[in-house]
């Protein structure tokens, strides 16, 4: 790595789960590091959900994911 710093990338994301919000971010993390490399940290935005029935029926949390965008021969690996 050279001494030019470190750029990180930021999009936004929302999971989804009936079970619970900590399960909506896990999921929403597991699914994008399947496609993106680097990833670093994340922040909960937003939490809302879905009631059906006087019920909790689903958890929707916006995440906010940092990632590290990667030198070249980082992404060869070297």
């Known amino acids: 790595m ?11 994301l929302v999971g989804v789960s009936e ?3 900590e399960e909506a971010i896990r999921s929403a993390i597991a699914q994008a590091s399947q496609s ?3 990833l670093a940290w994340y922040q909960v935005t937003e939490t ?7 019920k909790v029926s689903e958890f929707q949390v916006t995440l ?5 965008i990667l030198s070249e021969g980082e992404l060869a690996g070297d």
């Not at 050279?2 to 936004?12: A, N, P, V």
């Not at 906010?64 to 590290?68: A, D, E, L, P, S």
């Open 2 to 12: 050279d001494d030019r710093g470190k750029t990180y990338k930021l999009i936004e």
């Open 19 to 21: 079970i619970s919000a």
């Open 36 to 38: 993106l490399k680097g």
């Open 48 to 54: 809302r959900g879905l009631i059906r029935d006087g």
């Open 64 to 68: 906010k994911i940092g990632f590290r």
